[in-house]
């Protein structure tokens, strides 16, 4: 197991091929070493706008379920990052005065609140991570759609599995 989420273990001997048995060490290794530099970039954004890494947390918690429709209202937010409620609103707080996160009324019922990317907060994480972007889009043009399904599909295996065993310790 290695302090990044990622484990490498569970391989019977002689019931994978070793090429097989390579390219797991290789695909965990390379996860592992993608998940510490991402770690490294979102705590130099961090740092240079004070905010702590559980905020980074919340960002991105926001901005997906934003980007997938689903804006979530505090109590997900404090679920998917593993905060009390008064935690989670005294992060919200934080958030909001820092112009990160805005509270919204959206639904017919006006106690619903959603939470969304702050403009101010926008415009901060678009200054620092655009450079990246042709970077990304770089290395995404040398595979053909195809092969972006199959990366896509697996990726999401890897972060469900993931996310279920992060539960399942919540859960203990």
């Known amino acids: 197991m290695t302090g990044d989420g990622f484990c490498n273990t569970g391989i019977v ?5 070793g090429e097989r048995q390579r390219l797991r060490t ?3 290794d390379l996860l592992n070493a993608y998940s510490s530099e991402a770690q490294h970039i979102g705590h130099a954004f961090a740092g240079r706008h004070r905010l702590h890494a559980t905020d980074m947390h919340a960002l991105l918690a926001v901005m997906h379920a934003e980007r997938r429709g689903e804006p979530l209202t505090p109590g997900r937010l404090g679920e998917q990052i593993g905060l009390s409620s008064g935690a989670t609103t005294a992060l919200i707080d934080r958030l ?8 919204s009324r959206e639904s017919a019922d006006r106690r619903v609140v959603h939470l969304r990317y702050g403009e101010a907060g926008m415009a901060l994480a678009l200054a620092f991570f655009t450079p990246m972007a042709p970077r990304t889009d770089a290395v995404m043009e040398q595979f053909g759609t ?6 896509e599909r697996f990726l999401q295996g890897m972060l469900g599995t993931l996310v279920t ?3 399942e310790l919540r859960d203990r």
């Open 26 to 28: 290789e695909l965990v």
């Open 13 to 17: 001997e002689g019931t994978e091929t």
């Open 96 to 103: 909001e005065r820092g112009g990160h996160l805005r509270r």
């Open 165 to 167: 065993y992060r539960d």
């Open 146 to 151: 195809d092969e972006l399904l199959v990366v």
